[in-house]
């Protein structure tokens, strides 16, 4: 789903966006999207990643690593309405030692200007001992593949 | 929590009754809460059943059975609204030898009608080749104990 | 979105199909989709129909009615899972005088099958005394141009 | 619910603490709470807020002022499993003219140490224009009364 007019490919698979409708279950009394349903919508971006580069989280597993969301910010811009359709857009920001973070964008699927944005902080835990560790260096080269200049 | 002023003890134990209030997130757009919410609140009189009954609930363990849900009925009579401080009481209404029968109330915690009510139907798997098969006679006999006159 | 091989054209525009991977958020420590979820998705097919036929849901302000749920019913078959693509198929099974009922299938994108099914019944309001009445003629003959048999 | 041993009246009346049970609905294939949950919990520790303060609440409507949520930071620590018993403690960490600052803190009801903590912080609305605008001087006294330092 290339979504950006004029992109060039490299760039293109480094920005996953998915987009669905606001459902009416997520909107609250005020007739908009309760602020809990970004953070939903953030996630299902990043599963849209796992879904297209199942290689790439194979590999995770093979490492014995997981990499949990240890931080969330949302910056709620204005409101989404219940039968708006909405487009998640999402690229890795930052990969450093012992973190990667996700960047996400909700915009109406037919404007140009975030409704919200906000990042999920992920840090890397051995499956076995459950202790937290620096990112394995095979991991952290294929997180940084996915990065992407902010604002993008 | 004895809802039942006047209540015998056997009738009070086969009953059981948990209170919160309509989280704000759980309501729609008109202000009430949605209906998939009875859903979960139903549910949450069943998990109350297992913290009060751990007893009961390790048997069907030991048995080598887990009684998922198989059918979910609910009527709704009038809407719960956010702020309402709410009740649901629930026990056994049902105990044959392929499935059990969950019954629902929900009622505002200060009045007497029921805002909604409805089944929850249970049946009977084995753990290990996860296939459907009768409740065996001590989870039987188990759950007859907690059998309840409708309307009780 | 015509999922019907063969299907004819009438039948095609009485069945409401929607399309979406299950959601991380809505599965539960067993690993499948919660049976709360359902509902949701029930409720998504309905509101297709109506992001697909406005005028016909204008006429249902003009006459001055809304038709909330007032039962619902669900009977699940096999688990939903993470990562499955699911489709909800949605028709008018049923209008009467008093009341129009809903009929939900959820499949497996790629498959026959219904994992769950379902029904929900609806009644009619005034919007402005808030009385249960009659749906208006107009009105029905506008759902009934929806029915759908069974099964199909 | 005074949940400080030894705290004095003053301070308590400025923390508002929220007990209840993780919901199974809350918690994902993990077994631990989604993350999305812990939001739902910190709104529900601001309204606890709203039904203690009537009062308070009736006079932000009075000034024609509403303060939507512009800004969400969650840390996550350690996860919350399905039984736990959870308390959240909130309290008002920084009021200036254009912005106020809830705290929120989920812990273990028998525990000490928070699973997560995070702010959510809050701006100024004209009701009617809905623009922007600098908190009302009486609203502002208002809120600076739930003042809480940090970490107390």
Chains 1, 2, 3, 4 share one sequence.
């Not at 409708?21 to 602020?35: K, M, N, Q, T």
């Not at 970004?38 to 990643?49: C, D, G, K, L, S």
């Not at 109406?108 to 919200?116: I, M, N, V």
Request: charged share 30%.
């Amino acid at each position: 789903m290339n979504d950006k007019a004029g992109g060039d490919a490299v760039e293109t698979t480094n920005i996953i966006s998915v987009t669905f409708p606001v459902r009416y279950s997520e909107c609250d009394p005020l007739g908009i999207a309760h602020h809990s349903s970004y953070v939903i919508w953030f996630e299902e971006a990043r599963h849209e990643y796992m879904r297209r580069h199942p290689a790439d989280y194979a590999q995770l597993a093979e490492e014995g690593v997981f990499m949990p969301l240890s931080e969330l910010r949302v910056r709620y811009r204005a409101p989404a309405r219940f039968g708006d359709i909405i487009t998640v857009r999402s690229w890795m920001s930052e990969v450093k030692s012992r973190r990667a973070i996700f960047y996400h964008q909700v915009l109406r699927a037919d404007a140009r200007e975030a409704l919200a944005e906000g990042e999920s902080v992920h840090i890397c835990f051995d499956v076995k001992t459950l202790e937290l560790k620096k990112i394995p260096p095979r991991v952290r080269a294929l997180l940084e593949r996915y990065l992407q200049e902010p604002g993008k």
